[in-house]
């Protein structure tokens, strides 16, 4: 069933969301300072294009400077990423197929507002 749920979401949804966090992965790459950042939008583009039989969990690790980092993320690119998830997902809601995406969907805001102490397992 999850293989059908993530085709199902790369071709209405997945493909979309990729690719936005594939481009803010590469532009905070190229400003050579917000590397980290730039890696956290790649490992959560993998999570966005593919996330049925996949969660997230909270790094055990967690400090002050993945918060810090959080709080730059959030101005810099989070806030936009969680508008686009928020409309994709309502947007979904709307037929009864698209349900169980849009929630998949709202269940990825929190992860695009704040991605670093995070990390992807699978279920």
Not at 6 to 23: C, E, Q, R, T
Not at 63 to 90: C, D, Q, R
Request: hydrophobic share 60%; net charge positive.
């Amino acid at each position: 069933m999850n293989t059908v749920l993530n085709v199902i979401w790369v071709v209405l949804a997945g493909i979309w969301l990729w690719i936005s966090y594939v481009f803010v992965g590469v532009v905070m790459c190229i400003l050579i300072v917000t590397i980290p950042w730039g890696i956290a939008s790649f490992r959560i583009a993998g999570y966005a294009i593919w996330p049925f039989g996949r969660r997230v969990v909270q790094k055990p690790t967690l400090g002050v400077w993945s918060f810090i980092g959080n709080v730059i993320w959030v101005i810099l690119a989070g806030w936009w990423l969680a508008l686009e998830h928020l409309l994709t997902g309502l947007l979904l809601c709307i037929t009864i197929i698209g349900i169980p995406l849009g929630i998949a969907n709202f269940k990825l805001i929190p992860v695009s507002l704040a991605p670093l102490g995070k990390e992807i397992v699978e279920d």
